[in-house]
């Protein structure tokens, strides 16, 4: 038997004026659950909307293809297009570029960073998609927090409520903005020019900076600062480098004119054997940019060139070497390249019980030519080798080498596993950019995307789209890397809240609710009235989208306007104002389940931190409003 027809049997036997409602109470009840789920279940925010999709087909209140349409809406599309995007500016190099920069105009000041986050997001977010700009922010944002000691709570959340703010900047920059203006258009009404927003944005905003820094701790419990102060931090290059005593060994040198390296190979010049020197790398220019050449024993020297050298003895003896071979000495800070760790990296190898090397010297194994790495120290029982018999000593089970050269080869280290393996990754890993030599190429994408959003050229998934074929073709990005950078669990619960949009809608939810709020209006003056659009929107904006209240409220903002005399205008702007507003729940917007799993956030934090910056934004609405849009 089908499930509609099981649906008709059960209304037959409920009483008519119960069952005439019972899809809307359906609706309203299947609401109610899921929000019990979000706030008092420790289960997974995308299972419970996976749970939901299924109960609202099993009632008969949708159909399947009703309540799944969500996987084939463009917007979902789009989100998944700029999580590949901004994974994209990740590899790249630039979101760590970004974070960089906010770092050393804000230092590890939690408050300067949350203003400087806020800006920036409010800034970029107001001539392109806000979800776009979160996806972009999120690593950023994460890096911050690693590099700062700040937990990540406390940031990701200004990051988010920004990018909520940032959609009332500009005419363009949210959607809900364009819905109203339609209305106002289908009324035959002057519509909004582009910046006719901007005050009432810019005082929100003020407003919005404020509250994140006084409420940047209300979401940080003892239990998580603890974690945080406890939680073992990951060994840095600096820390390999005093480990091993690698302190004062490393060297720039730049080949001169005439120098008896230029067109010879590393293995010609037996530097380790007679020099006891290693090449670590080579800092060659190539099409207007500095790259480093990873080197092995058939590496040609060239004019210019800058080697990384590793060199063990006096400073007496380093400047007689440089003499010999018309070389001359280059600055370099830090101690063994540790201000280069973009391009220089180590990584500590064990060998593996059943490895063919044991019993056999560093120049037997030949582990340069092999792997374009240098071996640079050896530890026997927690111990480092003296560095002049390193490449002579025989390789013993307990032995731990660590290795330098350029990232990517490290990289290969893993898949090298019949006779090692890599033990760990230091944590200055984390910040190099497998593609940072394409940064300018992602940047050129990012640029290509924006001008097409802001122009409307093409629809704005088409434009995330063509972008990301963009990052794939200028090498910003790999297919694998691709597909893990997608978020799935945001996806699906976006998803798995649409339905209840087009329930509410189709159950007359909505129009009902509407009807009840024009009767108790009347009389009470256009300053309640304006109260009361916007704490609908709110309230509606709990369950569903944005764009989606701000179709099912403009109409009946500006209809009552228009039927108790006043201007349409402040009540249309107030409906752009409360649907950006809405940070209360993690459901209603893309871009506050985006930060959900990042920020580690629970669905009480938006509620805690929502509720009270929703009634400030609506003394913002309700004082500046009426000045630059009278009724």
Not at 21 to 49: E, G, N, P, W
Not at 317 to 330: G, I
Not at 402 to 430: E, H, Y
Not at 517 to 522: D, G, P
Request: aromatic residues 8%; proline residues 5%.
């Amino acid at each position: 038997m089908k499930l509609s027809s099981i649906t008709q049997e059960l209304l037959s036997l409920l009483p008519p004026a119960l069952a005439e409602h019972y899809q809307l109470l359906t609706t309203c009840s299947l609401l109610f659950v899921v929000i019990i789920l979000f706030s008092f279940t420790k289960l997974r925010m995308d299972i419970i909307a996976l749970l939901a999709i299924t109960a609202i087909i099993m009632t008969g209140v949708l159909t399947p293809s009703e309540a799944l349409s969500g996987f084939s809406d463009p917007n979902i599309v789009l989100i998944a297009l700029l999580f590949i995007i901004g994974e994209s500016l990740v590899r790249t190099g630039i979101s760590y570029q970004m974070s960089e920069y906010i770092l050393k105009v804000a230092g590890k000041n939690d408050i300067r960073i949350i203003i400087l986050i806020m800006l920036a997001v409010a800034l970029l977010g107001s001539v392109m998609s806000s979800t776009g700009v979160v996806a972009i922010f999120i690593p950023v944002v994460i890096s911050i927090a690693t590099h700062s000691g700040i937990h990540v709570k406390k940031l990701m959340m200004p990051l988010c409520i920004a990018a909520l703010i940032s959609g009332m900047m500009t005419l363009v920059a949210t959607p809900p903005n364009l819905v109203v203006n339609s209305e106002l258009e289908r009324a035959t009404l002057e519509e909004f020019k582009f910046f006719s927003i901007t005050p009432i944005g810019l005082g929100v905003l003020a407003v919005g900076i404020i509250y994140c820094i006084i409420s940047r701790n209300w979401l940080i419990s003892k239990k998580t600062a603890n974690e945080l102060q406890q939680s073992p931090a990951r060994r840095q290059i600096t820390d390999l480098i005093r480990e091993y005593k690698l302190s004062g060994r490393a060297h720039r040198a730049q080949i001169l004119p005439g120098s008896s390296f230029i067109g010879k190979t590393l293995d010609s010049l037996h530097l380790r054997s007679q020099q006891d020197v290693n090449v670590i790398g080579i800092e060659r220019w190539r099409k207007f940019r500095k790259v480093l050449i990873p080197v092995n024993s058939m590496t040609e020297f060239r004019e210019g060139d800058v080697l990384l050298l590793d060199f063990c003895h006096s400073d007496a003896d380093y400047r007689n070497f440089l003499a010999a071979y018309s070389l001359e000495p280059k600055v370099l800070r830090g101690e063994y390249f540790s201000d280069q760790v973009k391009e220089v990296g180590m990584a500590e190898v064990a060998l593996l019980p059943e490895s063919s090397l044991y019993g056999k010297t560093l120049n037997e194994i030949d582990f340069r030519s092999k792997y374009f790495l240098t071996v640079i120290g050896i530890r026997r029982n927690h111990a480092p080798i003296e560095a002049n018999n390193l490449f002579e000593e025989k390789l013993q089970i307990s032995d731990t080498l660590l290795v330098c050269g350029d990232w990517g080869s490290i990289r290969k280290l893993q898949t090298k596993t019949n006779d090692f393996v890599v033990l760990d990754f230091p944590a200055d890993m984390d910040d190099v950019a497998p593609a940072s030599s394409q940064a300018i190429a992602a940047l050129i994408n990012l640029t290509i995307m924006i001008v097409l959003m802001v122009s409307g050229i093409v629809p704005n998934v088409v434009a995330a789209l063509i972008t990301c074929l963009l990052m794939g073709l200028t090498r910003c990005i790999d297919m694998t890397s691709a597909y893990k950078s997608i978020h799935w669990p945001s996806l699906i619960l976006i998803i798995g809240m649409m339905p209840f949009a087009l329930a509410l809608n189709k159950t007359g939810g909505i129009n009902l609710f509407s009807d009840l709020l024009k009767q108790h209006l009347s009389g009470y003056g256009p300053y309640v009235a304006l109260t009361f659009i916007f704490l609908l929107c709110s309230v509606v904006g709990l369950f569903i989208t944005n764009t989606a209240t701000a179709i099912l409220i403009a109409p009946i903002a500006i209809n009552i306007a228009l039927g108790f005399g006043y201007s349409p205008y402040p009540f249309a702007m107030t409906v752009a104002i409360a649907t950006s507003a809405s940070f209360i729940t993690p459901v209603s917007s893309p871009v506050k389940t985006m930060i959900v799993a990042p920020g580690g956030y629970s669905f009480g934090d938006f509620v805690k931190v929502g509720v009270p910056l929703t009634f400030l934004v609506l003394i913002v609405d309700i004082l500046l409003v009426p000045l630059f849009f009278p009724f």
